[in-house]
């Protein structure tokens, strides 16, 4: 009794079937028969088996004992008389263990040349019989019936598992696309998490952590011929506005100032709330005119701001600015920005003032 290719019943033995594996197709080693679907073509009969292995020259074999390996060119095919050989795939496809009457490696002799997609090693001692193209060529003239049943069906199962393969990837890209998806929002998250830690929950500006990483930022950012300057702003008499009209009309006064500087900062510059009623500015101007436009029209849009929950009171701003020279540091820029704002709210507020030019060209 021979069992053939398959794993279904030949002669008076039976022998247990399991589902397909995806690899079986893969590297012309077609083994039909291996799925819940018996009546598959992939059984050969005892005659049949020995006509093809007529053709082939025996080969004793040890375990271990390696046949081919993946990426090898292919110029044989194998049958299992006696013991059983193992094929490994790569791409995290299952192993496959054949036994005697099955036989791999036939496309080398269907299409001739063509590289190993499997590695086959021996796992236990036993007779093989190995077959050539030309030794199969010449026994398609003699046994054209026997041998042409033999590819029919062969080819038959081949077309079987190249579907399930199709089916197979086709499930592995889905997996991998959720997994895409998943790398995607996770980051999209992350972002988002980081952004909420590097800004102000009221006013939405940076926060000081915002700040600092912008800060850290500054040397990868070339200024192209402009200069980097801090005005810092405060909010004249805010103190009076949250005693009179509420906390409510405090933070809406904070908001409203908050929005008018974000207004005057560009895509490359930074606005920011340092805390209480204290916000920064980050800019990038051509000279000392600049500057002081935008601080005097900062002042002018928040002085035109009508606010019904602070009722008659007006908002105004003071603002310092300073240039940030290099050699400095933010604690250098900051203490020359404060220095000339603690002057124009000593001149009663609603005033702008710039530091003393140093070390600027």
Same mark, same amino acid.
């Given at each position: 009794m021979w069992r053939g290719p398959g794993l279904g019943i030949v002669g008076r033995s039976s022998w247990p079937e399991r589902a397909v594996n995806p690899a079986e197709a893969l590297d012309g080693e077609l083994r039909p028969g291996q799925g819940a679907d018996a009546r598959l073509p992939s059984q050969l009969a005892p005659e049949e088996f020995r006509v093809l292995a007529s053709a082939g020259t025996s080969r004793a074999v040890l375990p271990g004992e390696e046949l081919f390996r993946r990426g090898e060119a292919a110029a044989s095919?194998?049958?299992? @008389?006696?013991? &059983?050989?193992?094929? $490994?795939? @790569?791409?995290?496809?299952?192993?496959?263990?054949? #036994?005697p009457g099955q036989y791999?490696? &036939?496309?080398?002799?269907?299409?001739?040349?063509?590289?190993?997609? +499997?590695?086959?090693?021996a796992e236990t001692a036993g007779v093989l019989y190995e077959i050539t193209q030309a030794a199969f060529e010449a026994l398609l003239q003699r046994e054209p019936a026997v041998v042409a049943r033999f590819m029919q069906?062969?080819?038959?199962?081949?077309?079987?598992?190249?579907?399930?393969?199709?089916?197979?990837?086709?499930?592995?890209? &889905? @997996?991998?696309?959720?997994?895409?998806?998943?790398?995607?929002q996770t980051r999209t998250e992350l972002t988002v998490a980081q952004q909420l830690v590097r800004t102000?929950?009221? *006013?939405?500006?940076?926060?000081?952590?915002?700040?600092?990483? /912008?800060?850290? &930022?500054?040397?990868?950012?070339?200024?192209?011929?402009?200069?980097?300057?801090?005005?810092?702003?405060?909010?004249?008499?805010?103190? *009076?506005?949250?005693?009179?009209?509420?906390?409510? +009309?405090? @933070?809406? +006064?904070?908001?409203? =100032?908050?929005?008018? =500087?974000?207004?005057? %900062?560009g895509p490359l510059e930074l606005p920011c709330r340092l805390g209480g009623d204290e916000f920064a500015l980050v800019l990038r101007v051509a000279d000392a005119g600049e500057l002081a436009n935008r601080a005097l029209g900062l002042m002018g849009a928040i002085r035109s701001l009508r606010l019904p929950s602070l009722r008659e009171h007006r908002l105004s701003v003071s603002v310092g600015g300073a240039f940030c020279a290099d050699p400095g540091g933010w604690s %250098?820029? /900051? $203490?020359?920005?404060?220095?000339?704002?603690?002057?124009?709210?000593?001149?009663? #507020?609603?005033?702008?003032?710039?530091?003393?030019?140093? #070390?600027?060209?």
């Open positions: 095919m194998f049958l299992i @008389d006696t013991g &059983e050989v193992r094929l $490994s795939f @790569d791409d995290g496809l299952a192993d496959k263990l054949l #036994g791999f490696g &036939e496309l080398a002799v269907f299409i001739g040349q063509h590289q190993r997609f +499997a590695r086959a090693v069906r062969s080819f038959a199962y081949l077309v079987a598992g190249e579907h399930q393969l199709v089916q197979h990837l086709k499930r592995r890209n &889905e @997996d991998l696309l959720q997994t895409l998806d998943t790398l995607r102000d929950d009221l *006013t939405g500006l940076a926060n000081r952590r915002g700040l600092y990483r /912008y800060l850290d &930022e500054l040397g990868r950012q070339p200024l192209d011929g402009m200069k980097l300057a801090l005005l810092l702003v405060d909010i004249d008499h805010f103190k *009076t506005i949250n005693d009179r009209s509420g906390h409510l +009309a405090g @933070d809406a +006064a904070l908001r409203a =100032v908050a929005e008018e =500087v974000r207004r005057l %900062a %250098a820029w /900051y $203490s020359q920005a404060d220095g000339a704002l603690y002057e124009a709210k000593r001149r009663g #507020g609603d005033h702008w003032r710039l530091a003393p030019l140093q #070390g600027v060209a």
